[in-house]
């Protein structure tokens, strides 16, 4: 069975531009979160998708946004970047909440982006 | 509202001594309790997990966990470290079942000395 899938792995933008990163899940979970991992703050979640609706969300200014798709793959965006964006972001799929979900969660090995 | 805290930054170990790495954790529900591992520029992978059976938790590589309701903990423990151990480690806290937001520790880097 196949991981999660991040794409791009490594990319470099500049400030005031903005980058999409894209995240495909195992396949049968439909459930899709996101996470930023900085050396300053640790592990932050940023938001949740499941069936293409956003569940849950963390304190993140609106420059940070997410979707998903039918197919369960899920995209997040960063408009406008600055410095302090720089991270590796990292995506993770589970099972449907319930149905024996212990909350486990499978982390993808993420997209570190560096803003300059 | 729950919280999770790792109670050392770095553990340095040698080849071959025991491992500890400490977790606290603060529930308002009975929680779900994981230790995830991340080497260098890695995702996350899941090393063990308490979901309210077995208090004493058995996961990979040697590892091990016991849940103390008592005293809020989750530490983990290898009774022998090998070179390869070597990463960073996360002590996560989630509620059963439903839709939830995971609380992350700060993470514990383990270093092991040949």
């Known amino acids: 069975k196949a991981g999660v899938t991040q794409t791009p792995r490594y990319l470099i933008k500049t400030r005031g531009q903005q980058v999409t990163l894209s995240c495909s899940p195992i396949?049968?979970?439909?459930?899709v979160s996101w996470y930023q991992q900085t050396p300053g703050q640790g592990l932050q979640f940023l938001f949740e998708?499941?069936?293409?609706?956003?569940?849950n969300k963390g304190n993140f200014p609106g420059r940070f946004s997410g979707r998903q798709f039918s197919n369960s793959r899920s995209e997040m965006n960063v408009s406008t970047l600055e410095l302090g964006d720089s991270a590796l972001y990292l995506c993770?799929?589970?099972?449907?909440?319930?149905?024996?979900?212990?909350?486990?969660?499978?982390f993808g090995e993420g997209s570190r982006l560096t803003v300059l | 509202a729950q919280s999770v805290t790792q109670l050392d930054s770095h553990v340095s170990v040698s080849e071959g001594t025991p491992v500890l790495l400490r977790c606290n954790y603060s529930?308002?529900?009975?929680?779900?309790l994981f230790w995830y591992v991340q080497h260098p520029n890695k995702g996350l992978q899941l090393l063990l997990k308490?979901?309210?059976?077995?208090?004493l938790v058995k996961g990979i590589n040697g590892f091990e966990a016991e849940f103390k309701k008592s005293e809020t903990s989750f530490h983990l423990t290898k009774p022998s470290a090998h070179m390869s151990d070597a990463a960073e480690y996360f002590c996560?806290?989630?509620?059963?079942?439903?839709?939830?937001?995971?609380?992350f520790g700060r993470g514990t880097s383990l270093i092991v000395h040949p």
């Open positions: 529930s308002s529900y009975s929680p779900s």
């Open positions: 998708y499941f069936s293409e609706t956003q569940r």
């Open positions: 308490y979901t309210s059976a077995a208090t």
């Open positions: 993770a799929s589970s099972l449907q909440p319930g149905q024996g979900n212990t909350g486990e969660l499978f």
């Open positions: 996560v806290v989630g509620a059963s079942g439903g839709s939830y937001i995971p609380t």
């Open positions: 396949s049968g979970h439909r459930s």
